[in-house]
């Protein structure tokens, strides 16, 4: 899960409160009030031991993007041992447990498989008195296990819907792995998807409903190399990227400053050459760019574009021999942008259960799974996975299971009203 903009303020989440219609408020009340629900929701609590078993044991497996097999492989395993209709590997290596509703229409629920840390990462996780410390103990280990619980609640009280649901682990979402998983779901039509529902969050009340869309690329000039002294003169990829990064910044901080929807630059991680005495015969760097708007992220991308070019074109003219250098200009990371309506009725369920279960449903952006649907105004929300944590993305990650369960019957209560009972 990855940096969410969130609006924290008391005046305004009460405000995002008073976006929900009566006719939500009523639904979730009423279904709440059922002797089904009250039971899944006891059974949620007694379920407590469960999850975190299963979080625990989840989170000490690694999972960088394209290694996540071993993971995937025990999160299938798992699936298959709380039963469903059928669990099953789709082509993208996303895993599934579907339970047979009575109708066409398709759920998906999920958490990403994936986390941000190398393989060699020391994952095991430790206690402090009722807190966890791990790297990907909350995200999106925690995701994973609420949607083992969900599924364990359908299954074993026998809860019939109309609605198919998928219960999914997602690959690929952290970082180069480009949300590859979601993107073969939505691309290859092996599943169609109505409703997609990502968990991966922090507490109750965050609702994810813009997509903010990022490009990246890799950039990598090239050149013949030599020695600093006797070959003195060659085209010097490294000045070329120097050039590159001055000629980009130059041009995209006064761009980013300007009056419109936020749009961000940076350079993330730059390398090359052999040794202080050479001439790189390469320099690489890669760099990500943001916006919720479509037009100001091309807008940031062509100003990238025209920095590289200027710098290739700049530094050859320097050149002392007939040696040219070249540039490659790799793009690595396209997320889209876009929106789901707030009175859409995903949304508005969201809302109004997390209201019900006391809290301040509070409307957000961020780069998530849900980019995906979103771009394809397929109706989509990503929801907290509860508990309170922080340090998502660093090696001394945490998280504390204070009032987890709520956010496990939120996501019961959206999935329920939703697929509807089939009674």
């Known amino acids: ?91 993208g290596g996303n895993v599934h447990a579907l339970k047979k509703g009575s109708m066409d229409t398709n759920i998906l629920i999920e958490g990403h498989i994936d986390t941000v840390f190398p393989m060699d990462t020391d994952v095991k996780v430790r206690f402090s008195g009722d807190t966890l410390f791990a790297p990907g103990i909350g995200d999106d280990s925690r995701g994973l296990s609420v949607v083992l619980t969900l599924l364990k609640v359908f299954q074993d009280l026998n809860i019939k819907t ?141 100003i990238f574009q025209k920095a590289i070019k200027k710098a290739l074109k700049d530094q050859n003219k320097l050149a002392r021999t007939k040696d040219r250098m070249t540039v490659d200009i790799d793009m690595v990371g396209n997320r889209p942008a876009g929106k789901v309506d707030v009175n859409n009725a995903l949304v508005q369920r969201a809302m109004a259960s997390i209201a019900y279960l006391g809290g301040n449903p509070t409307l957000g952006s961020g780069s998530t799974n849900s980019n995906i649907p979103f771009s394809k105004q397929v109706p989509a929300v990503t929801i907290g996975r509860g508990g309170e944590g922080k340090n998502a993305h660093a090696l001394n990650e945490w998280w504390m299971n204070k009032n987890g369960d709520l956010a496990i019957k939120n996501a019961f209560l959206i999935l329920l009203s939703t697929a509807e009972l089939d009674i």
């Open 162 to 302: 109309k609605a198919n649901i998928y219960f999914s682990g997602i690959v690929g979402e952290e970082g180069l792995g480009d949300l590859s998983g979601v993107k073969y779901l939505f691309n290859s039509g092996s599943i169609s998807i109505d409703y997609y529902i990502a968990v991966d969050g922090g507490g109750l009340d965050r609702i994810v409903t813009t997509a903010v869309g990022s490009h990246r690329y890799k950039v990598t000039f090239k050149g013949p190399g030599g020695h600093s002294w006797g070959a003195f003169g060659l085209v010097n990829p490294h000045h070329a990227l120097g050039r590159a990064i001055e000629y980009f910044t130059n041009d995209a901080d006064p761009y980013s400053r300007t009056k419109g929807d936020k749009v961000s630059y940076s350079v993330g991680r730059i390398g090359g050459g052999t040794s202080i005495n050479s001439i790189p015969f390469e320099s690489w760097m890669e760099v990500d760019m943001r916006s919720e708007n479509p037009k100001r992220l091309n807008k940031m991308d062509k």
């Open 1 to 91: 899960m990855k940096q969410f903009i969130f609006i924290i303020s008391i005046a305004i989440a009460s405000s995002q409160s008073s976006l929900i219609t009566k006719k939500y408020k009523d639904e979730i009340k009423q279904l709440s009030e059922q002797d089904i629900v009250k039971k899944a929701f006891d059974y949620i609590e007694e379920l407590e031991p469960f999850t975190l078993k299963n979080n625990i044991t989840i989170t000490e497996i690694p999972a960088p993007p394209f290694n996540e097999e071993k993971r995937s492989k025990a999160f299938k395993a798992m699936l298959e041992s709380v039963g469903a209709d059928e669990v099953f590997f789709d082509g």
